[in-house]
Nanobody, 125 residues
Framework: VQLQASGGGLVQPGGGLSLSCIAS????????MGWFRQAPGKERELVAA????????SYADSVKGRVSISRDNAKSTVYLQIRNLKPDDTAVYYC???????????????????WGQGTLVTVSS
């Protein structure tokens, strides 16, 4: 499975951004999809994840209320919308795919099987 993330860039504090990740090479509905981020000097952390069918989601406490994850299975694409961006949101954002036979949401990075190349989000005035 290949994952191609896009949509990063420079955003002012308080602004919003929408990231996209297109998957290819596999059956998209076989995978729980997640967005992770890694800031300089910090460990990679979960931002949000969504189940295969899109009915279950999980969000990190640090972004809850400001972030929405969604997926379009017909387009093999997962989205991440971030609102009210803060400087602490500055990081490389990665999409990831976890092959699963259940409808559960995977929240642990090491459980994910495939990773995209990342897209940089910089929040600065």
């Amino acid at each position: 499975v290949q994952l191609q993330a896009s949509g990063g860039g420079l955003v002012q504090p308080g602004g919003g951004l929408s990231l996209s990740c297109i998957a290819s090479g596999g059956t998209f509905t076989d995978y729980c999809m997640g967005w992770f981020r890694q800031a300089p000097g910090k460990e990679r952390e979960l931002v949000a994840a969504i189940s295969r069918g899109g009915t279950r989601t999980s969000y990190a406490d640090s972004v809850k209320g400001r972030v929405s994850i969604s997926r379009d299975n017909a387009k093999s694409t997962v989205y991440l919308q971030i609102r009210n961006l803060k400087p602490d949101d500055t990081a490389v954002y990665y999409c990831a795919a976890d092959y699963t036979v259940t409808g559960a949401v995977t929240t642990l990075a090491h459980a994910y099987d495939y990773w995209g190349q990342g897209t940089l989000v910089t929040v600065s005035s």
